[in-house]
T-cell receptor, first 115, second 114 residues
Framework: AQSVAQPEDQVNVAEGNPLTVKCTYS??????LFWYVQYPNRGLQFLLKYITGDNLVKGSYGFEAEFNKSQTSFHLKKPSALVSDSALYFC?????????????FGGGTRLMVKP | NAGVTQTPKFQVLKTGQSMTLQCAQDMNHNSMYWYRQDPGMGLRLIYY???????DKGEVPNGYNVSRLNKREFSLRLESAAPSQTSVYFCASSEYAGQTYEQYFGPGTRLTVT
């Protein structure tokens, strides 16, 4: 079984400050991890993924995420937040044994960046 | 290159009515997916199609049927709509089911069942 948790419903940060959106996961084997962003009335857009290799993954729009196997976490980070980063962020996981590429999504975290 | 398209964008149904949500992708992807999005619950997989000619149940398949019409198109049908099916529905596609390719999402269909 695979599951993912996003413990914060909302994260507030001031523009220019660093941001972190938290994600923890549970899988049977090795995890494949993804972050997506959803802007209002839009579909989800892919930001980045971790498959294997370097624990720090860089993605679109200056976002990065750090894979931590011991803490089963994959937190999304950005050094300097922009107002335009305000959106809904979803973490997703797939177990390496899941042949159907079925992703399990977290409940989402709303990021609010204030000027 | 339109990516993943969905029709309609909005729909209001009465309890017991039926409808089909359409999805098409022009990226030559093999795998396609239907999700529903409810507040605080993220996205939940309804059905998926690993390749043309195959479909499988996801986490919440009850009350839905799907058809993989061809490689491009994957439709979702509600035979007898219920208020619990009020949700936003997203279609997605990816290159191969067995590989770690990211999924690409359509803009969604907002369905209200009264």
């Amino acid at each position: 079984a695979q599951s993912v948790a996003q413990p914060e419903d909302q994260v507030n940060v001031a523009e220019g400050n660093p941001l972190t959106v938290k994600c923890t996961y549970s899988v049977s084997g090795n995890p494949y991890l993804f972050w997506y962003v959803q802007y209002p009335n839009r579909g989800l857009q892919f930001l980045l993924k971790y498959i294997t290799g370097d624990n720090l993954v860089k993605g679109s729009y200056g976002f990065e995420a750090e894979f931590n196997k011991s803490q089963t976490s994959f937190h999304l980070k950005k050094p300097s937040a922009l107002v335009s980063d305000s959106a809904l962020y979803f973490c997703a996981v797939r177990d390496m044994y899941n042949a159907g590429n079925m992703l399990t999504f977290g409940g989402g975290t709303r990021l609010m960046v204030k000027p | 290159n339109a990516g993943v398209t969905q029709t309609p964008k909005f729909q209001v149904l009465k309890t017991g009515q039926s409808m089909t949500l359409q999805c098409a992708q022009d990226m030559n992807h093999n795998s396609m997916y239907w999700y529903r999005q409810d507040p605080g619950m993220g996205l939940r997989l309804i059905y998926y199609s690993a390749s043309e000619g195959t479909t499988d149940k996801g986490e919440v398949p009850n009350g839905y049927n799907v058809s993989r019409l061809n490689k491009r198109e994957f439709s979702l049908r509600l035979e007898s709509a219920a208020p619990s099916q009020t949700s936003v529905y997203f279609c997605a596609s990816s290159e191969y089911a067995g590989q770690t390719y990211e999924q690409y999402f359509g803009p969604g269909t907002r369905l209200t069942v009264t």
